[in-house]
């Protein structure tokens, strides 16, 4: 028999992603729907252990939905690591009553909420919330599609002085061990090369790819380069070792770093934030614990959350293909 739920809580952990407070607003406004109880701790499993939380009601998460961040604050707890600390967690969530839990985050908040989950048997949904879209059951995660629009804007905002300076210039995107930002924003942006920790493009061929272009005729260059990619040490190096190759380049290095966790949320990860905030408040309802709510081909399916953290999404071969055809 399903235990009837009366209370939630939610919390925002890891990296902020833009999208995280219209998930927030979505679970919030979900459960005064269906007549639930709702609460969010701030600064995610840390603000578990010290019972710092606040009443989330449908009139306090208004005009929330169109703002970066995340309300309920974020942080990474060492505490929560701890045996001593779950207890403590453990603790203030059955003194407060709460019943189950929404993890909005990204790996590492949910391998918490699966070691928690084994330890008190406490029900929990994760929702994926991060730009990196490195979590495999979805085609898309909170925060990535603003993010890679940040992405692009900034980029094309970089070719025009590459264009009027004849320069070679080297974006670094965000992406951690993930090629997404930095391929897709590549191909969006018309980026000569692209390089991803997926892909070893290799320093020579990347040589070869820019000795190219400028027999071509092109003045200017653009390699779009994800943080987690080893062609180098780091963007810098890398740049270095080719302007001492190609000294007729001016080579230039433009790190675009945290402004594309900033930020207004576009459309598209409002719309996905209100589906996933919705659909996990009424899996738990269902009694579903465990899983991860997921966007794949357009509907909401959820996976084993275990599973989701294991693995990770593929990079789309045929978009790698797609931008060698397109850098001649």
Do not use: W
């Amino acid at each position: 028999m399903k235990k009837k739920i009366k209370k939630i809580a939610v919390i925002t952990s890891g990296g902020d992603a833009p999208g995280m407070n219209a998930a927030i607003r979505a679970v919030a406004r979900a459960c005064s729907y269906y007549q639930i109880e709702c609460v969010g701790f701030y600064r995610g499993y840390q603000g578990m252990i010290e019972n710092d939380f606040v009443a989330l009601s449908a009139r306090s998460v208004k005009n929330i939905i169109s703002k970066g961040g995340t309300i309920l604050k974020s942080a990474r707890s060492n505490e929560f690591r701890t045996k001593e600390g779950r207890k403590k967690a453990y603790d203030n969530i059955v003194k407060e009553n709460i019943d189950a839990l929404i993890l909005i985050g990204g790996d590492g908040t949910f391998n918490g909420g699966v070691v928690f989950s084994k330890e008190y048997n406490v029900p929990f949904i994760g929702i994926p919330g991060t730009i990196d879209n490195d979590i495999a059951g979805t085609s898309a995660t909170i925060g990535y599609d603003t993010a890679l629009n940040t992405a692009v804007e900034c980029i094309d905002k970089i070719r025009d002085t590459a264009s009027s300076h004849n320069r070679l210039f080297f974006v670094e995107v965000m992406g951690r061990d993930a090629g997404f930002i930095a391929l897709n924003a590549g191909v969006g942006a018309g980026a000569e090369e692209i390089l991803i920790p997926e892909e070893d493009l290799g320093f020579d061929r990347l040589l070869e790819a820019l000795k190219r272009s400028k027999l071509s005729g092109k003045s200017s260059s653009i390699v779009v380069v994800s943080e987690g990619d080893k062609t180098g040490e780091n963007v810098f190096e890398l740049a270095e070792n080719v302007n001492k190759v190609l000294p007729e380049y001016e080579v230039r290095v433009s790190v675009l770093g945290h402004m594309q966790r900033g930020g207004s949320p576009s459309c598209f990860d409002r719309v996905l934030a209100s589906k996933m905030g919705v659909h996990a408040v009424e899996s738990i309802m269902d009694g579903q614990t465990d899983v991860m709510v997921g966007f794949i081909n357009g509907e909401m399916l959820n996976s084993s959350i275990e599973e989701a953290v294991k693995s990770t999404n593929s990079i789309n071969k045929e978009l790698l293909r797609i931008s060698d055809i397109l850098s001649v």
